[in-house]
């Protein structure tokens, strides 16, 4: 699946989500949370600048 539209999706599900928080279980939210993360984190990888491309790559 693209990110872009993994990213609406998961916009989508969190929208939802703040509107039945009530009925959210932990495990729900746990994932929720890191799906957010792992989304997020891929779309600022993909919009590093060029110029810092490779010292990012070179850290340990």
């Known amino acids: 699946m693209q990110l872009h539209q993994k990213g609406v999706e998961l916009l989508v599900t969190l929208m ?7 009925k959210l279980k932990p495990t729900d939210v746990d ?6 993360a792992l989304v997020l984190g891929e779309l600022l990888k993909r919009d590093v600048p ?6 990012i790559a070179n850290q340990p």
């Open 16 to 22: 939802d989500a703040i509107d039945h928080q009530d």
């Open 31 to 36: 994932w929720l949370l890191r799906e957010t």
């Open 50 to 55: 060029v110029d810092r491309r490779e010292e």
